[in-house]
């Protein structure tokens, strides 16, 4: 009963720097880590920035320092900000939220969105 749906992606060029969204909807209690990830063509998932209830923030190297994740909490949104895009950065971007339960907080659920196909030309 809870979705993701993540928006922004698309056909972008080299350097250019768009913003992806992903809001979540449905019976929301409280949410506590939302993260982004991406796959390449024929490589494995990989996280790419991590943002936590308190706001911390953890990054893979490959975009530390070009890349900024935050959050919303009235929205229950996190946005993915992308600056010096390269052709290396074209994947298939996944937002994760960790969700605790209404009925007990102390258990945790995990929701992924259907993902957003982002194409970096050169």
């Known amino acids: 009963q809870v979705q993701l749906v993540e928006s922004g992606g698309g056909l972008v060029q080299a350097g250019g720097s768009p913003r992806l969204s992903c809001a979540a909807s449905g019976n929301i209690f409280s949410i506590d880590a939302m993260g ?10 990989e996280l790419v920035a991590v943002i936590t209830s308190g706001a911390g923030t953890t990054y893979t190297d490959s975009v530390k320092g070009r890349f900024t994740i935050s959050r919303d909490n009235a929205k229950n949104t996190s ?4 600056n010096s895009l390269k052709p290396e950065d074209t994947a298939v971007y996944y937002c994760n939220f960790r969700l605790l339960s209404t009925d007990n907080p102390s258990i945790r659920y995990g929701y992924w969105g259907q993902g957003t196909q982002v194409t970096v030309s050169s």
């Open 79 to 82: 946005y993915l900000q992308m």
């Open 36 to 45: 982004w990830y991406r796959q390449a063509s024929g490589k494995p998932r």
